[in-house]
């Protein structure tokens, strides 16, 4: 099994950038599809981007798109989520998870489909 660990969250202004990461504590993410997830106070947790094993899909909410990118080194066994042009309404918590239901093909950003998940890393968006 899969344990996510995020890490890279951290305090920046309006417009700026941040790399989220996400590896594992125990086992491999290979052949696990990664998701990034957020939860902002108040509000429920959301599917923010995902991609598949080895990478060859990906997909992204309305709301990041164009701002925010998600790879993977499947050599470094590492997932990563690249944050730009970040505003006050990205601050939340963001959270790696993993599934292989399934781990290759189109993947999703429906919660459901993830069986393990990271602890959460904090991103603040302010000036």
């Known amino acids: 099994q899969a344990q996510p660990v995020e890490s890279g969250g951290g305090l920046v202004q309006p417009g700026g950038s941040l790399r989220l990461s996400c590896a594992t504590s125990?086992?491999?993410?290979?052949?696990?599809?990664i998701g990034w997830f957020r939860q902002a106070p108040g509000k429920e947790r959301e599917g923010v981007s995902c991609i598949s094993y080895p990478g060859t899909h990906t997909k992204y909410a309305g709301s990041v798109k164009g701002r925010f990118t998600i790879s993977r080194d499947n050599v470094g066994d590492t997932a990563y989520l690249e944050m730009n042009n970040l505003k006050p309404e990205d601050t939340a918590v963001y959270f790696c998870?993993?599934?292989?239901?399934?781990?290759?093909?189109?993947?999703?950003?429906?919660?459901?489909?993830?069986?393990?998940w990271g602890q959460g890393t904090q991103v603040t968006v302010s000036s």
């Open positions: 998870a993993a599934t292989r239901n399934p781990g290759s093909g189109p993947c999703s950003i429906g919660e459901g489909r993830y069986d393990f």
């Open positions: 125990t086992s491999t993410l290979a052949y696990y599809a």
